[in-house]
C-alpha cells in the first residue's frame, strides 16, 4: 500500500493549488480517504475525508468553503481543490487511509500516510 501526495507549491494568498494523492497496491474503494496538514511547529490536524464510493465529504471548519476533496476511482485518486488561499494554511500536507468511516478526524484512526507535499502561501 502506498500513498503519493503531489501538487504543492508557493502561492500568493488568495490563490489555488490543487493537489493530488495516487494509491497503488491495493484498490481504496472501501476505503475512507483524507487529507491532514501540519504547520512548523504544531500538531499534524485534519483537514478533510471523504468516502470513497458514495462521495460524501467531511471538512474542518478552518477550511469549509474554501477546500474541496474529490476523488476518481477509475484512477485510485483523491484530489484537495484549495482555492482562497490564506497564510495560514501553509503547511505539509499528508493523504491517509482511514481505519473507519467518515467523521474521523484523529491521525491515530488513519493507518497509511503518504510522504507529503509543502504548501506555502505568501502574505
Known amino acids: 500500500v502506498q500513498l503519493q501526495a503531489s501538487g504543492g507549491g508557493l502561492v500568493q494568498a488568495g490563490g489555488s493549488l490543487r493537489l493530488s494523492c495516487a494509491a497503488s497496491g491495493r484498490t481504496f474503494s472501501n476505503y475512507v480517504m483524507g487529507w491532514f496538514r501540519q504547520a512548523p511547529g504544531k500538531e499534524r490536524e485534519f483537514v478533510a475525508a471523504i468516502s470513497w464510493i458514495g462521495g460524501s465529504t467531511y471538512y474542518a471548519d478552518s477550511v469549509k468553503g474554501r477546500f474541496t476533496i474529490s476523488r476518481d476511482n477509475a484512477k485510485n485518486t483523491v484530489h484537495l481543490q484549495m482555492n482562497s488561499l490564506k497564510p495560514e494554511d501553509t503547511a505539509v500536507y499528508y493523504c491517509?487511509?482511514?481505519?473507519?468511516?467518515?467523521?474521523?478526524?484523529?491521525?491515530?484512526?488513519?493507518?497509511?500516510w503518504g510522504q507529503g507535499t509543502l504548501v506555502t502561501v505568501s502574505s
Open positions: 491517509a487511509r482511514s481505519k473507519y468511516g467518515l467523521g474521523y478526524t484523529a491521525s491515530n484512526q488513519y493507518d497509511y
